[in-house]
């Protein structure tokens, strides 16, 4: 077993911890529960940070990392951009940085491909600002060195490959769902052909199918947890993982990965193909949604889904 977290390389040459605290704490709203988390992650050894604009918490994070006297330059942090600033990037990232009380983010994602109007409506893809227009402004921050890197979020291949015939620098992450139940095998392989990192959320799957008995097995034979497992199972397919948690034992164990066997690795692999588990985990794929996530159907993000976020079985 071990404790050392391993690393990725960005396309730009920056190092980045494969595994991260995630700090999307199921409310929007900035808390004394986020400042702790942070806390807690910083001196347990972790060193890279996820949070976003929309989850309304980054004056705590930057107050963690303030409290916690850990150099900024050892902490790999990251951020996002909403929807509703898809038309105002830089004052954005400005807002943000200010809210974080940092100079640079390492990491400046746009969140969701779509752009939203104040009132929350989703603009169809070809009205401005349009994802091109918005990717060239990321890419100005990133050529002023207040984004170190930058990147998108729940970006398909079909969404990807939109941006990039007008982009002049490729996405450094793209930050997806993935994990068994979710592999997104030919996305994952689409951005590493494209030098593209994938960053997995809700990696754990948000711990709904631990107690599958084939995950079970696996971390009952090596003596860890199942989140350690799903969490192994992330970095060996070459993708960072940001796991949220408050305890302090969840906390220690999830940055403790395992070698997992070929065996192992494959039991992993065909878990989504059990009947009714090949599906994302997240609440935002409501059946009361009709198919569509934040405004835009899952034809238009390029998401092989129907309604509650389902795979289907082809
Ligand atoms: N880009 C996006 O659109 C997007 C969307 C969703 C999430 N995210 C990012 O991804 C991060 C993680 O995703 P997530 O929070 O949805 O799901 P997750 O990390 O898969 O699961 C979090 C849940 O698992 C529990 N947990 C964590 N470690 C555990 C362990 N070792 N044993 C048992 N339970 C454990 C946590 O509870 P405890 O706190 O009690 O440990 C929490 O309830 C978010 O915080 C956010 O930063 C990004």
Not at 91 to 118: I, T
Not at 137 to 152: P, T, Y
Not at 289 to 313: A, H, K, N, Q, R
Request: aromatic share 6%.
């Amino acid at each position: 077993m071990t404790s050392i977290v391993p690393t990725f390389k960005l396309s730009t040459g920056a190092v980045i911890p494969a595994i991260g605290v995630g700090c999307w704490m199921g409310v929007v709203g900035e808390s004394q529960r986020v400042v702790d988390m942070v806390k807690s992650a910083l001196r347990i050894g972790y060193r890279h940070i996820d949070t976003a604009s929309n989850y309304g918490n980054e004056e705590s994070v930057g107050q963690a990392i303030r409290e916690s006297m850990i150099p900024r330059e050892e902490i790999f942090l990251t951020t996002k951009l909403t929807g509703e600033d898809h038309g105002h990037v830089e004052e954005a990232l400005n807002c943000s940085m200010r809210k974080l009380g940092v100079q640079y983010v390492d990491l400046f994602l746009v969140h969701w491909p779509q752009a939203l109007l104040d009132n929350g409506e989703a603009l169809p893809p070809d009205q401005s600002p349009t994802i091109q227009e918005t990717w060239r402004d990321m890419e100005k921050l990133f050529n002023s060195g207040k984004a170190r890197a930058i990147g998108v979020s729940n970006f398909s291949i079909k969404t990807l490959t939109k941006l990039l015939e007008h982009a002049s620098v490729v996405p450094m992450v793209n930050q997806v769902e993935t994990h068994p139940c979710l592999p997104q095998v030919k996305l994952i392989e689409y951005c590493h052909a494209n030098k593209i990192l994938v960053t997995a959320y809700s990696p754990i799957g948000k711990h709904k199918y631990a107690t599958d008995p084939a995950i079970m097995e696996i971390a009952r034979s090596k003596r860890v947890t199942e989140a350690q497992i799903l969490l192994s199972w992330a970095v060996a397919r070459g993708t960072a993982a940001i796991p949220k948690s408050e305890k302090i034992e969840h906390l220690e164990r999830n940055i403790t990965l395992v070698q997992l066997t070929p065996e192992d690795k494959h039991a992993l692999n065909m878990l989504h193909e059990k009947p009714g588990m090949h599906r994302s985990v997240c609440g935002f794929h409501s059946p009361a949604l009709g198919g569509s996530c934040f405004g835009w159907t899952y034809d238009l993000l390029g998401w092989d889904m129907i309604e509650g976020g389902i795979v289907p079985t082809k």
